[in-house]
């Protein structure tokens, strides 16, 4: 019996000597690969970087990813070098709040790589104290210039929100209140079908998440004040994949 067991503690120790071994970047890279990486990109964001950056040149610098992605010239990023290279700190140009919706992944159409954004994610792209607590951090400790609410064409959340879904959770029911304003703001048929109602809405819910997180943060809205940060509101579509800045005040969209 006692053999046994030993038998199992030896079997779960070896087991996960190479799960650790199969979960490491470095190990997986063959040799092919080591020989093309040197025209990947390998570096990352420093503290120089950062401190040289406005927060418009870090706004021109998604906006041109988003361009890069939408035309599929992603710059070629060696992302085992980039994890080596941020291990011991990390120094992200701009915080993104977006949701969490799987068509909407934040580095990729933005096309950033590791330790370049803080990407806080939750259903509806809402503000609540565990958000603006992340958000304080990435901006006001860790030095980032850029603050982007990025809602999304067709959002499930705010459609759930405009037909008032309920599935029984209170926690769900809560999530959906902080979108309630916005739909009740915007005129016209609470309906999540028209396309045109459902954007408006979509899109003051962003608007008012900007408006929020300057009302409810002295800290972000300080560092504006200061110029030190900029905050936007953001919009991206599923259809071509292009992120298109909204305006601060208004529903409509600037057309670049
Ligand atoms: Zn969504």
Redesign the pocket.
């Known amino acids: 019996m006692k053999k046994n067991i030993f038998l199992t503690f030896i079997w779960l120790f070896t087991l996960l000597i190479i799960s650790c071994n199969q979960t490491n970047p470095k190990s997986s890279q063959t040799n092919a690969e080591q020989n093309v990486s040197s025209d990947k990109i390998k570096t990352v964001m420093t503290k120089q970087m950062q401190d040289d950056l406005t927060p418009d040149a870090v706004l021109e610098d998604l906006l041109n990813g988003n361009q890069r992605y939408i035309s599929g010239k992603m710059e070629n990023r060696d992302l085992s070098a980039q994890v080596a290279a941020t291990t011991d700190g990390q120094f992200p140009k701009a915080v993104i709040l977006a ?3 799987s068509r ?1 992944p934040v580095e990729y159409i933005f096309d950033q790589g590791i330790g370049d954004v803080f990407v806080v994610r939750v ?3 809402i503000e609540d104290p565990e958000l603006l607590g992340s958000m304080e951090y990435g901006l006001g400790v860790a030095g980032s210039k850029l603050l982007m609410v990025l ?2 064409e ?5 459609k759930a929100a405009i037909e008032k879904v309920d599935v029984g959770s209170e926690n769900i029911t809560a999530l959906l209140s902080h979108l309630e304003q916005s739909i009740q703001e915007i005129e016209g048929t609470r309906n999540s079908k028209d396309k045109a109602y459902l954007d408006k809405v979509i899109k003051n819910n962003v608007n008012q998440t900007v408006e929020d997180i300057r009302n409810r943060s002295s800290i972000i809205s300080g560092l504006e004040k200061e110029g030190k940060v900029k905050v936007v509101g953001a919009y991206y579509s599923l259809t071509d994949g292009k992120v298109t800045l909204l305006q601060d005040d208004t529903q409509e969209v600037h057309e670049h």
Do not use: L, W
Not at 154 to 158: E, K, R, S, T
């Open positions: 949701c969490i919706d909407v259903a509806g792209n809602g999304h067709n959002c499930g959340a705010v």
